[in-house]
C-alpha cells in the first residue's frame, strides 16, 4: 500500500516528467526559449524535492534555498549529520544522485522562475521571450535531465537500500 507521503512524490516525480517532456518540446522552436526554461525549472524543482522527500530531508516549500540563508543550512545540517552523502556513495549512488550538485541547480534555475514566467514585469519593461536565448534553453533543460535522472535513480532503487539511507539506520 502506498501512504500519502509517497503518492505525493510519485506525482511531483510525473510531473517532472511531463515538465522535461515539454520543455524538450519548447526547445524545437526558437521562439519559445522562455517557456523551455520555465518548463525545466519546474523539473529541476520537482525532481530535487522529490530526491530529498525520498531520503526524509526536510525541506520548505520555495522555488529555491540561498546558501546564505537559514533554509539551505538545515538542508546541509540534516545531509551531513545523517551522513547521506558518504550513505549514497557506499551504495554507488553518489555519481547519479549527487546532493550538493543538485541544491546548486535547485538554487541557481530558482532564481529565473519569475523571469521565465512574466520577464521583466516593472513597468512592463521586457517580456521573458526577450531575456533568454536558445543556448540558455538547452542548458535548462540539460539540468533538468540531470536533476530528473537523480529523481528517478531514487524512485527505483532498491526498497531495502532506500531504507538504509533513512534517518536512523546506517549504511
Known amino acids: ?3 500519502a507521503q509517497s503518492k505525493t512524490i510519485e506525482g511531483w516525480i510525473d510531473k517532472a516528467s511531463n515538465q522535461l517532456q515539454a520543455a524538450k518540446e519548447h ?3 526558437f521562439y519559445r526559449c522562455s517557456e523551455a526554461m520555465e518548463a ?3 523539473c529541476v524543482e ?3 524535492k522529490s530526491v530529498l522527500s525520498l531520503l526524509h530531508v ?3 516549500p520555495a522555488h529555491e534555498w540561498a546558501p546564505d540563508k537559514k533554509a539551505f543550512a538545515a538542508i546541509a545540517r540534516q545531509i551531513q549529520e545523517r551522513q547521506l552523502l558518504e550513505k549514497l556513495a557506499s551504495q554507488h549512488l553518489d555519481h547519479t544522485v549527487p546532493l550538493p550538485r543538485l541544491l546548486l541547480l535547485m538554487n541557481f534555475w530558482g532564481h529565473f522562475y519569475l523571469a521565465t514566467k512574466y520577464g521583466f514585469d516593472a ?3 521586457a517580456s521573458a521571450q526577450d531575456l533568454f536565448k536558445p543556448d540558455e534553453a538547452k542548458l535548462a533543460v540539460q ?3 540531470e536533476c530528473y535522472r537523480a529523481a528517478s535513480a531514487l524512485r527505483y532503487h532498491d526498497r531495502d537500500k532506500l531504507a ?3 534517518p536512523g539506520r546506517t549504511a
Do not use: T
Open 1 to 3: 500500500m502506498i501512504d
Open 27 to 29: 526547445l524545437k522552436s
Open 40 to 42: 525545466a525549472q519546474e
Open 46 to 48: 520537482l525532481s530535487v
Open 58 to 60: 526536510k525541506h520548505p
Open 123 to 125: 513597468e512592463h519593461f
Open 143 to 145: 539540468h533538468a535531465e
Open 164 to 166: 538504509a539511507l533513512l
